[in-house]
């Protein structure tokens, strides 16, 4: 497809207020008005420089009593006090916050005339210096007030400032990585007030700061409205944080204004009234909650606004929807979408995976009640200053998901995504079937692993082979037009569901149009079968009137975790650590075992990114995928039968 037939398609399905705003950025760009704009000479406010020490007190630290503080906080403190953080929640990795010299205008590699050094994934760059590792020095200290953390942030602090002087070197390229600096600037301002390693001259070099963070935003707030997403709400919150701290700023009214308006607008226009969060990922839902929870924190200070109804009500839907897909005894949710390994209030002594914190939080918040009893899960709601007496002590009932339906049996529960997007899909995903038995994830979503890296690792796990799922003739479902960027969306349609007398969902039918481009409609079936076992019937269905030359070639995926395998029969049975996992695929002519790029089993050429998971960002792991091919010239159908036996 040429050029011109993509922008047409992207002006059509993005729509053009999107285009016209990216159009805008980009003249920007090349005009150098944002460069004149941003100039590598920090501003000097006589006003700010005067501002008195009183701040506005945000919150008040929970103090050593808190259940969740204890153990976790202080060894991962102490290792950052030693110069290791972990990055996207996952393996510690040295702190290095001095990009390679040397640095250019952040608009010089925006347009392509200067590029980066190091690690060819920027996010490498940039994730250490979103100073989220600096939270867990700041829960440390509110245990034993170790003056080594405030100490630790301080020399960070002033390393990243020699470093990267404002608006110089990557760390300002991406005006969202700056507003989450912004927030966790004044929350370790907050928690350390008190410290001896807080002097007056280091915290009004961090009120300045803050100020030159702000002022980075505002320009180029057009790039994050043509994103419509969680740019958008990152760097809303961030002017707003400004605006609330730095009081005196002869800017703030306009901070104010734009973060206030942007946040509502992008909540209210990003948020479905069911829940969805347009990014149709649970780690960017996520991280939307974690920032409407620092906002809503900022609104309840005195003399300020609350957040508007509509607001409310949007975030109210959107914490259901992220309970429904919760898992109350781990607090795991399917890996769907994009996962950037964001986390950027990690305010709590639960591991990455763990959604129950941010969850519990925001029922307390916008739901006015917990949804999990008392447990550690509840320290971020401690630090928010969210009220703590509707303590629950029987589990509730758990809600649905429109575009991601969960269904239950005796012994697990299953998830099919079902989505109609509004919005850039970031995933070629409809009907993947997410399946677990007890709290183990069986059929894994493969995750993002990197979206920067060389090919064939610049965000191919995004593809509709990886799912499980079906692709005709190795087609994904959506036409790429982009590392980022598909067109064609393919729009699900729930066709049936089943319930028992208890208002259960045991079986669900539903199809999606994405194939309808190559003459087939792809319905799935998902039903939960008495024993605890499950079934999964695919059928398409060809559109046609007039038989094709050639045979289409329909192929099954289902990846799986990479456990002890065998084959009996044309069954596969996993070893998984609750006992046998028996995967029988009915209907295929051939089959095959792929890990990590290899062919294992059967006879198949794997591209290199079959057969991985990525749980976060940067980290893939070896993992199983079993896959059926058939192929016919008038219907193509497979039966899959998971039992499991303990």
Partial sequence: MNKLMLVLKAARELGIRKLLCFGRYKLG???????????????????LAQRPATLNQIFTPPGAQFIGMQKQALAE????????????????????????????HWTAYESGKASWSGPQDIKFIWEPARFSWAFTLARAYAVNLDEACPQTFWQAFEAFQRANPPNLGPNWLSAQEVALRIIAFIFCDQVFANSAASTPQR?????????????????????????????????????????????????VKKWRRLGWHWFNWGIQH???????????????????????LWMQTLTQLPGAAPLPQATL???????????????????????????????????????FHDYRPVVQAAARAFLGKPLFPPGPWDELSTWLSLPRENSLDVPLPQPQAADIPRLENAQGRAFMHTAHFSDRPSHADQLHVDLWWQSENITLD????????????DNPLSATSVHNTLTINGQDQMLRAGRFLWLNWAQAQRIEELYDADGHLLGLTAQHDGFCRLGFIHRRTLTALQDGDWCVDDLLTPTYKK??????????????????????GNTLALQSPLGKVLLTVKGAEHIALVRSGKCIYGNMNPQPFWGWHSPTYGVKLPALMLIAEKQAYVKLFFTSLFHFDA
């Fill in 547 to 568: 038989l094709p030359k050639s045979p289409n070639k329909a192929r099954l995926s289902w990846l799986l975790p990479d456990w002890p395998w065998s084959f009996e």
């Fill in 446 to 457: 493969a995750g993002t692993y990197a979206y920067n890296a060389p090919p064939p690792w």
């Fill in 270 to 292: 990003q948020v479905s009234p069911g829940g969805t969060y347009v990014q149709h990922s649970t780690n960017y839902h996520r991280l939307m909650l974690q920032l409407a």
């Fill in 313 to 351: 009500s949007r975030l109210a839907s959107a914490t259901n929807w992220l309970w429904a897909l919760t898992d109350p005894k781990t607090g795991r949710v399917p890996n769907l979408g994009s996962n950037d390994g964001a986390h950027i209030m990690p305010l709590s002594g639960q591991p």
């Fill in 29 to 47: 760009l090349k005009s150098g008005h944002y460069r004149r704009m941003t100039p590598a000479v920090p501003s000097q406010s006589p006003t």
């Fill in 77 to 104: 403190a102490k290792a950052i006090c030693a110069g290791q953080v972990r990055l996207f929640g996952d393996q510690l990795h040295p702190l290095n916050l001095a990009p390679q010299p040397p640095l250019a």
């Fill in 203 to 251: 915290r009004q070099r961090l009120w300045q700061s803050i100020a030159d963070h702000a002022q980075r935003i505002s320009p180029t707030l057009v790039y994050a409205r043509a994103q419509n997403n969680n740019h958008l709400l990152s760097e809303a919150v961030g002017l707003f944080s400004a605006a609330v701290y730095l009081p005196d700023h002869p800017k």
